[in-house]
């Protein structure tokens, strides 16, 4: 659409006036997988391939990127990451002021995210199209703060995870103590990237596999648990699944098919929400244990 001279001083003259609209890491918790999470996705496989080839690894799967280690790829992880779409839309809409401020209107307006998500798809795709234009100043380190920030929020986010697990294999083996071998899946691992494989481990000439998750609530009911407040929710093709509370407690299931994902609505500042949970038969239980928040030498208390 071609603007007016009036039209584009008069844009020019109102984003001079606004504050720019900044989102919480939590706020895109509950982006929707097909409609806006793969898109997304797509677009950064497809930057980080044409930015970073050259630092890909031999085995295809990691680009090691400068700030990386040997482990792990940060700016692999960062795909399918919702913490780090806030900073992202944040920064973007810093940039549009910043350059409205200046006489230069790339964008009429900033990014804006319903609290009802009703816009959300389209503004995923705004998004999208921001991140292509501007992907040196977003993926490339330049000292523009973006990049760092990125970094800081996936290693954030990787210790995390790995605590997680660490809680999760003491866990397991105060209950079945034959277990050995423990690994670690996650930060670019095929196999946790194509089957959701976070930990495994061998019984007897088996090995096992686990989806490790946090969530808010486990909750009990006659003939099923119920397992709410799940981000990224959706079925693993793996053995067990675990999950960690918002109150610090542990919990396993074994997996099968008959393991459901239901969706019910709740009430959020006068509007309605739809939110899925874990639905999982109480003959799928395993175990449960409640974590003490204190650490000795760096080791987890059980």
């Not at 504050?19 to 509950?30: G, L, N, S, T, V």
């Not at 793969?38 to 090691?64: A, F, H, Q, T, W």
């Not at 089957?195 to 000439?205: T, V």
Request: aromatic share 12%.
């Amino acid at each position: 659409m071609s603007l007016s001279q009036d039209e584009h001083t008069d844009i020019i003259n109102k984003l001079q006036k606004e504050i720019p609209k900044e989102y919480i890491r939590e706020y895109f918790r509950y982006v929707d997988k097909t409609t806006m999470v793969n898109p997304y996705n797509k677009v950064l496989v497809n930057l980080l391939n044409k930015m970073y080839s050259e630092y890909r690894r031999d085995d295809g799967m990691l680009i090691n990127i400068p700030h990386d280690d040997n482990e792990y790829s940060m700016m692999n992880y960062l795909i399918g990451n919702f913490s780090c779409i806030h900073i992202i839309v944040n920064f973007l809409n810093k940039k549009i002021l910043h350059e409205a401020s200046n006489g230069n209107l790339i964008a009429t307006r900033q990014l804006d995210f319903k609290e009802d998500m009703s816009n959300w798809v389209d503004e995923f795709q705004n998004l999208n199209n921001f991140i292509e234009k501007y992907q040196n100043e977003i993926l490339k380190p330049n000292g523009n703060g973006v990049f760092e920030a990125l970094v800081k929020q996936l290693e954030r986010t990787n210790k995390i995870g790995k605590l997680s697990e660490k809680e999760m294999t003491k866990f397991i083996k105060m209950f079945i103590p034959l277990a050995k071998n423990f690994v670690f899946g996650g930060d670019g691992d095929k196999n946790d990237m194509f089957k959701g494989i976070d930990l495994q481990f061998d019984l007897g000439n088996k090995t096992f596999t686990l989806q490790q998750k946090t969530c808010y609530s486990v909750n009990s009911g006659k003939y099923c648990y119920f397992v709410s407040g799940v981000g990224g929710i959706k079925p693993y093709d793996v053995d067990y699944l675990g999950f960690k509370t918002s109150d610090n407690e542990l919990f396993m299931f074994k997996n099968n098919d008959d393991v459901k994902i239901n969706e019910y609505e709740i009430k959020y500042e006068n509007k309605i929400k739809i939110m899925k949970k874990y639905v999982i038969p109480n003959k799928y239980f395993v175990a449960s244990k409640k974590i003490k928040e204190k650490k000795k030498y760096g080791e987890i208390i059980l």
